[in-house]
């Protein structure tokens, strides 16, 4: 028998990503015990049915007893006061990374809480669905995504392998990257997108008297993206944009002088304006295609293992 990758894992959070990352090692033997931790009785109760846990704990600290691996699967906003309540419980030598959209962040409130001895390592899977908790995890939800490592200086070699090896193990691609260089470009191809949509869905809900419910019924593709971006969960977004803030404020001036300056080429007829931004948008879009990052196949709402974040 093939020993396992890491004796003991826990997962602080369970859902989507911490649910999918459950999955992808019982389906790959990467971990001897899988330990979880939930706030919620309900959630706990709904890992224990669905049994992709062996070991359930309301005590965070109880869930990282042992644990050879400590992933945070929790909101940004939230990974500070859980490493604090942890910290004691933490086993030397272990590695503890997260899965955050935003990395400074989550450095900044993290990194005081960490034991000498434990290898802190910020790492973030670029993979994801509209879907949230436990039963919305799925265990190919990583494979050919990439998950990005932000390791700070002087992080242990063996633990960056150790942890490289295990992504690549559910499916990852993996790279490293600086914090700072993660969350500007986490902030043009992630979050400014979802805050686009949550705006142009909230516009529209606006319109729905006006329009008798036509927008919902005769919702054209373009529309029906946006709000599958738009249902993802409120409180990880609202997390981001409140710690990625500096990136996506600049990020959204930009956005708004480029607006501007396609609303001026709308208004004053410059139709060559227009076919050059467009052809250079498809452009875009076929290399993300020709990365393996989506398909061309034709769609009427994307499949769960097609999304990502």
Not at 61 to 73: F, K, M, P, R, T
Not at 122 to 135: D, F, K, L, R, W
Not at 251 to 261: G, I, Q
Request: aromatic share 6%; proline share 5%.
């Amino acid at each position: 028998m093939t020993k396992p990758m890491f004796e003991r894992v826990a997962l602080l959070g369970l859902g989507l990503i911490g649910s999918s990352l459950a999955h992808a090692m019982r389906k790959h033997d990467l971990a001897g015990h899988i330990k979880g931790h939930a706030r919620s009785a309900a959630t706990r109760i709904e890992v224990e049915r669905l049994g992709f846990a062996d070991s359930v704990h309301e005590d965070p600290a109880e869930a990282v007893e042992n644990a050879d691996l400590v992933i945070l699967c929790v909101p940004v906003g939230a990974c500070g006061a859980v490493a604090r309540s942890i910290a004691g419980g933490l086993k030397p030598s272990a590695i503890l990374t997260d899965v955050g959209s935003v990395k400074a962040s989550v450095v900044r409130d993290v990194s005081p809480h960490v034991p000498d001895g434990v290898h802190f390592i910020p790492g973030h899977p670029i993979a994801g669905t509209e879907q949230s908790g436990p039963n919305a995890g799925f265990a190919e939800l990583f494979v050919n995504r990439w998950c990005i490592l932000t390791p700070l200086p002087d992080t242990d070699a063996g633990a960056i392998k150790a942890l490289t090896a295990f992504w690549r193990a559910c499916g990852s691609e993996v790279d490293q990257m600086s914090i700072e260089h993660h969350d500007m470009v986490l902030g043009i191809t992630s979050h400014l997108p979802h805050l686009i949509a949550y705006s142009i869905v909230s516009t529209a809900a606006d319109l729905e008297d006006v329009t008798k419910s036509e927008v919902i019924k005769y919702s054209a593709a373009g529309f029906r993206d946006f709000t599958r971006i738009a249902a993802s969960d409120p409180i990880m977004w609202r997390d981001v944009f409140l710690t990625n803030r500096d990136a996506v404020l600049e990020l959204l001036s930009r956005f708004s002088e480029d607006l501007s300056a396609l609303q001026k080429a709308i208004r004053w007829g410059d139709g060559d304006h227009l076919i050059e931004l467009f052809t250079r948008s498809r452009e875009i879009r076929r290399g993300i295609i020709a990365a393996g990052q989506d398909t061309a196949a034709p769609d009427f709402g994307r499949l769960p293992s097609t999304s990502s974040e």
